[in-house]
């Protein structure tokens, strides 16, 4: 019987050591843990970003990183913030009409918190951004669009705008025959995709 208790009073023993040990690991874990951030907003600009992000305390600073592979499996580019104040960075020499993916870590001396949340972004192109200095001369349509359905569309307009003038008896053939477009021609800019075009007349 003695040695029956002897061994129960081990086990629980053990236990509560176990027990103990699983607990003081759980608690050291939890006050070793880094805060992780998240970016707020991301502007575009010239061929540039700027993120800004979340402020964190009791960290050494913060990580960034882009990439254009959604997964961040290649085309990678790491930069590291070294103050902990710092809640903003401007990124540079991006390549125009490119797709970015961008994701922040904090880090305490040689430990990193998880990664937030991925933000995709589009960057403009300041060749056509900046005093409408496109590859190609715009059109006599006088205008830019974003893609070739809405120049089209924009055609149609056109002509229907002048056969309901001429409908309405607003004008004279000779003036509708002068103004309504009797077709067109288009092509797009080689920096950022937009069309444009010219209008044609009898």
Not at 9 to 20: D, E, F, M, N, Y
Not at 149 to 170: F, M, P, R, T
């Amino acid at each position: 019987m003695r040695k029956l208790k002897y061994i129960l009073s081990a086990i629980v023993s053990i236990i509560l050591l176990v027990s103990l040990m699983t607990f003081c690991n759980t608690t050291v874990m939890a006050a070793t843990k880094i805060p992780s951030t998240s970016i707020s907003s991301i502007k575009v600009k010239n061929e540039a970003i700027t993120i800004k992000w979340k402020k964190k305390s009791g960290i050494t600073g913060y990580q960034i990183q882009y990439s254009t592979n959604s997964k961040f499996k290649k085309n990678n580019k790491k930069i590291k913030i070294k103050n902990s104040k710092t809640v903003s960075k401007k990124i540079t020499g991006l390549n125009p009409t490119q797709k970015y993916y961008v994701r922040i870590r904090t880090y305490k001396g040689k430990k990193y918190s998880s990664w937030s949340k991925k933000k995709c972004i589009i960057v403009e192109n300041s060749h056509c951004t900046n005093n409408n200095n496109h590859s190609i001369k715009c059109g006599n349509m006088g205008r830019w669009f974003n893609s070739r359905s809405e120049l089209v569309a924009y055609y149609n307009s056109e002509v229907s705008k002048w056969n309901k003038k001429i409908d309405n008896e607003e004008i004279t053939y000779d003036e509708y025959y002068k103004n309504v477009p009797s077709g067109y021609e288009c092509w797009s800019c080689s920096y950022c995709g937009k069309w444009t075009g010219n209008l044609k007349h009898y």
